[in-house]
């Protein structure tokens, strides 16, 4: 009877262990948000592309559950502002964090 509960114990304890082990962080992102995350970062890549005023290699776009961040450099204030617009408008973007730095 005795290795029977201690079995059980260690059982339990490796189940709930596990099932711990599985629970998503915060931080962390699905699988699905992942690649709805990257569509987004394509499409505001070549949102930004699109635009004639912006230079896209001059930008780094990342996307983290919707939320876009912008950054790297540009030349003016008028590039920052008109990337973050683009960034806006593009479908799936839950908000913009603009880190672009102005280059003089």
Do not use: H, W
């Not at 290795?3 to 992102?29: D, H, I, P, W, Y």
């Not at 499409?43 to 776009?61: D, F, G, M, W």
């Not at 559950?65 to 683009?86: C, D, I, M, T």
């Amino acid at each position: 009877m005795t290795f029977s509960r201690t079995l059980n114990r260690v059982l339990l304890s490796l189940f709930v262990a596990s099932f711990l082990g599985c629970a998503a962080a915060t931080k962390q992102e699905t699988t699905g948000e992942y690649v709805d995350d990257a569509t987004v970062t394509s499409r505001v890549k070549t949102a930004i592309y699109k635009e004639p005023t912006l230079k896209v290699s001059q930008i780094k776009v990342e996307t983290m559950k919707g939320e876009v961040q912008l950054s790297g450099f540009v030349n003016s204030s008028a590039e920052k502002s008109r990337a973050g617009e683009v960034a806006k408008d593009v479908k799936g973007v839950k908000s913009v964090s603009n880190d672009l730095q102005v280059q003089r």
